[in-house]
Nanobody
Framework: VQLQASGGGLVQAGGSLRLSCAAS????????MGWLRQAPGEGREFVAA????????DYGNSVKGRFTISRDNAKNTVSLQMNMLKPEDTAVYYC???????????????WGQGTLVTVAS
């Protein structure tokens, strides 16, 4: 299984970034997909998740109203649109796959390598 995240970079506070994750080696449409992040010196934090059909989404409290998760089962991709970015959003962002309802980091089974997002004040 490979989950290849991309789209990270440096952005000014208030700006936007779109992360993408390309999945291979798994039956993508059967998995709950999520984005989690890890800031320097911190543990992994749940950001967003989406169910197999894309009809149900869930967000961490710190990103609600600013981030949007989506998926394309035909292309085996999941994306995270991040708007109104804040310096505290600075972290390595990981794409992950897990069973239905996954939200806690230890519930996700497969992880990508992460992509760094840096938000400058």
């Amino acid at each position: 299984v490979q989950l290849q995240a991309s789209g990270g970079g440096l952005v000014q506070a208030g700006g936007s970034l779109r992360l993408s994750c390309a999945a291979s080696g798994l039956t993508f449409s059967r998995y709950h997909m999520g984005w989690l992040r890890q800031a320097p010196g911190e543990g992994r934090e749940f950001v967003a998740a989406i169910n197999w059909s894309g009809g149900i989404t869930d967000y961490g409290n710190s990103v609600k109203g600013r981030f949007t998760i989506s998926r394309d089962n035909a292309k085996n991709t999941v994306s995270l649109q991040m708007n109104m970015l804040k310096p505290e959003d600075t972290a390595v962002y990981y794409c992950a796959a897990g069973p239905p309802g996954s939200s806690r980091p230890n519930e996700f089974v497969y992880w990508g390598q992460g992509t760094l997002v840096t938000v400058a004040s």
